[in-house]
């Protein structure tokens, strides 16, 4: 299996890796995109003038340190050891010995939640893994993204 194409792309629980933005670069390039006119604004000097009249200023170190922090965000994908470490999901299947959920008799388990409900598509994800394969749906989701697709899409319209 590890031959598939894109195989790190997929995730235990039936999300595709590059519709993420952690993955794809969209949070690093919109954090260095702000640091950049933050930077040529000069905000880390006048914010702290101006903190009397706008308090949340004075944390603007605060804010440049994680500002800083997501420039350099990026996740090799939980398959290949980025994501949280202690995911339950991701140590379930692998003590299972499991490619992913989508091979497991217990799905709607109740691991499986959380992502569910944060992201609408996983569940119809992996029943179509079990339908057309791992190696058709990783190029079906590598089309949609070329295509424009993102994670930010469905999260976005929940709100």
């Known amino acids: 299996m590890s031959e598939l194409k894109g195989l790190e792309l997929a995730t235990y629980c039936g999300l595709y890796c590059d519709a993420c933005a952690i993955k794809n670069g969209q949070i690093r390039d919109t954090a260095t ?15 702290p003038m ?34 949280n470490p202690e995911c339950a999901i991701r140590i379930c299947a692998q003590e299972k010995g499991l490619a992913g959920c989508w091979e497991c008799s217990q799905d709607g388990c109740e691991k499986l939640k959380e992502i569910d409900q944060g992201y609408v598509g ?22 949609k993204v070329e295509d424009g697709f993102s994670y930010l899409d469905i999260r976005n319209a929940g709100q």
Do not use: S
């Not at 605060?62 to 420039?71: A, M, Q, Y």
């Open 33 to 47: 995109a702000l640091q950049g006119m933050l930077n040529a604004y000069d905000y880390a000097q006048w914010a």
């Open 122 to 143: 996983a569940a119809e994800n992996r029943k179509r893994i079990r339908q057309i394969g791992l190696e058709t749906w990783l190029a079906e989701q590598a089309a």
């Open 50 to 83: 101006v903190a009397q009249f706008f308090p949340a200023t004075k944390h603007y170190p605060e804010f440049d340190g994680v500002l800083e922090w997501l420039t350099t965000q990026d996740c090799p994908g939980c398959l290949q050891g980025g994501g």
